[in-house]
Structures are given as C-alpha cells and as structure tokens.
C-alpha cells in the first residue's frame, strides 16, 4: 500500500500519515527527514543535497526523487509506505510516477486532507508554544491552564512566526498555486481521495481507513 498525503499546510496530513503508518505497519516517510538523515550520515546522496542547500538552492527534484527511491527501497518499505511532503508540484510528481514504474510499481492512494482556508488559518494562528521546553498548546482546542503560560514549567507562551495570519496566508497562497493542481493530477489518474479534514482527528482517520480497505 503506497499513499501519498495531500492538503495545505496546517490541514492535518501529518498527523493522519502518523496515524496511517501506526494502523498499517509501514514507514511514514517525509522527505525533509530523509534529506536530515542522508545528510547526517554523509551519503553521497546526501552531501550532494547539501551543496545546493548550502547555496539556499532549492534540491532538484531528479536528486530528490533518487534520495526518495533510495529510501523506499528498505526493507521495512516492502509492505508499502506514506508519503508526507512529497510531491509539492506537478514536475515532482510526474519524476516520481516515471521512477516508480521503472520499478514495475505504482502509487495506490493520493490521500486528499481537505480543509478551507478560513479554518487553516483559524486553526494555526491559535496555536502557542512554550519558549522554554517547546510544549504546545491551542487558545481553543488545548488551552494552557494559565492564560500564555506553559503549564509543564510555567515559562511564556508565544505565537511562532511560522503560525501567526500573515504568514499562513502566505503558505496557503504558495500552496493553491503549486500543490493544489496535485488534486486535479492525481484525479485523472483515478487515484485520488478526499476526506473532509474539518472533523475530529479520530473521525478524519476512520474516513481513510474506510477508503484504504474498501
């Protein structure tokens, strides 16, 4: 079973991936920890990412695609395994279908998390992290005990620059104009499906297991 997870940033993918990878027993594999893990170890795959990161150039997508490969061809991958972050554009994914059927394979699910904007912004812009342990909460969903106080160690809370409204609604805007074509790409290929990502986690993740074992 080999799943690819789509839907913008803050919609929950990651959590869903997670959640996949715990139920069915294979890898939940995000590039930017293989990317860390290739460049850790200092393969030659890896110190070939690192020189273009190193210039703040954005790694080619062929490059990417032979770190993926190289990834999924681990043994704990033969069961299948979920994709997180990748692809993020139309070229990425057309490298990965060619690379995946040279090896007589082929992407079974493009999981679709979908969830509207005015929610995404609504649900990042409430979240609040400690400045000292890193413990993370949500104005509405899990609030502190205290107002902006960390309950673990009582250090301020504060909203990261990555989840305050402006800069969401700058990653959704990269977002609808580079990876949301992915739905459509993914449809024509009869692949894709959308679950409704504004209900509970749990009631999200009973979705997809519905659709992965029908």
Do not use: W
Request: charged letters at 30%.
């Amino acid at each position: 079973m080999k799943i690819i997870m789509l839907g913008a940033p803050g919609a929950g993918k990651g959590t869903q991936a997670k959640k996949i990878a715990d139920q069915y027993q294979i890898p939940h594999i995000s590039t930017g920890d293989i990317f860390r893990a290739n460049i850790r170890e200092k393969t030659p795959l890896g110190m070939e990412a690192k020189s273009y990161m190193d210039k703040g150039e954005l790694v080619p997508d062929e490059l990417t695609v032979k770190i993926l490969l190289d990834r999924v061809s681990n043994e704990d991958c033969k069961n299948g395994y979920v994709l997180d972050g990748y692809p993020r554009t139309i070229p990425q994914a057309e490298v990965l279908d060619r690379a995946v059927g040279e090896l007589n394979e082929r992407i079974d699910f493009a999981v679709n998390v979908d969830v509207p904007d005015e929610n995404i912004i609504k649900r990042m812009s409430g979240r609040r992290a400690c400045t000292k342990c890193g413990d993370t909460y949500h104005i509405e969903y899990m609030p502190p005990k205290k107002e902006n106080v960390c309950d673990k160690c009582g250090s301020p809370l504060i909203i990261r620059d990555d989840d305050k409204p402006e800069t969401v609604k700058n990653r959704l805007s990269v977002y609808h104009e580079q990876t949301a074509p992915l739905i459509d790409y993914y449809e024509k290929k009869g692949i894709l499906k959308t679950v409704d990502g504004t209900k509970d986690v749990n009631e999200v993740f009973a979705d997809i297991k519905n659709i992965l074992e029908s």
